[in-house]
């Protein structure tokens, strides 16, 4: 007597791939709640910040932070948004490595400008003033004016330290002589 094995095997490999896409949705529906709540954390931040023409200090959100805030900035504070430091001490130390890694992401070498010719770090004598949104403060504090919230932000445009080199453009003048020395 034949079987009818055909239905059966059909009938697993339906099971198989409900069973699959099951448990997928669940992963992801546990990604996306523990993404929901981790950004809950980070909307939840609180920094103090010096408003208005006194300088009176409150402690805010971060989402409430708007261009032009100045923040205050210690130890261990993650930077909320994308800032200047306009007071800070001269052995401040931020880990900026989020930012600053080459393509195999190692920590990009800093640029031959940035070194004395005896090949020491010039960073003592010129420090680097721009903060970005999302790197910690190591040691060392200050104040930074806020320039860019939100989706402004390095960070969430997805751009990286190579984007912040301006480029030179050549006008249509330039182009149009360039074609005619050729």
């Known amino acids: 007597s034949k079987r009818p094995s055909g239905y059966v095997e059909s009938l697993t490999i339906y099971i198989g791939l409900l069973l699959a896409s099951m448990i997928s949705a669940l992963c992801d529906w546990f990604k996306e709640k523990q993404f ?3 950004s809950d954390d980070h909307k939840s931040q609180r920094v103090t910040v010096y408003r208005g023409y006194y300088g009176t200090v409150d402690e805010i959100k971060v989402e409430d932070l708007v261009v032009g805030d100045i923040v205050d900035l210690k130890p261990g504070d993650r930077v909320p948004a ?7 001490e ?8 989020m930012y600053f890694t080459d393509e195999n992401g190692k920590l990009a070498e800093k640029e031959p ?5 005896d090949g020491s770090d010039n960073h ?17 504090q200050g104040r930074a004016v806020v320039v860019a919230v939100g989706r402004n932000t390095l960070k969430q445009r ?19 002589l360039v074609e005619i020395s050729e």
Do not use: A, Y
């Not at 994308?82 to 800070?88: E, S, V």
């Not at 400008?113 to 010719?117: A, I, K």
């Open 124 to 140: 003592l004598e010129n420090p680097d003033p721009f903060l970005f949104t999302g790197t910690n403060i190591m040691t060392g």
């Open 158 to 176: 997805g751009q990286s330290d190579k984007d912040l080199v301006i480029k030179e453009r050549q006008t249509e003048l330039e182009k149009t």
């Open 90 to 97: 001269m052995n401040m130390r931020v880990d900026q490595s």
């Open 113 to 117: 400008s940035t070194r004395l010719p």
């Open 82 to 88: 994308d800032c200047i430091l306009t007071d800070h």
């Open 36 to 38: 929901s709540r981790l």
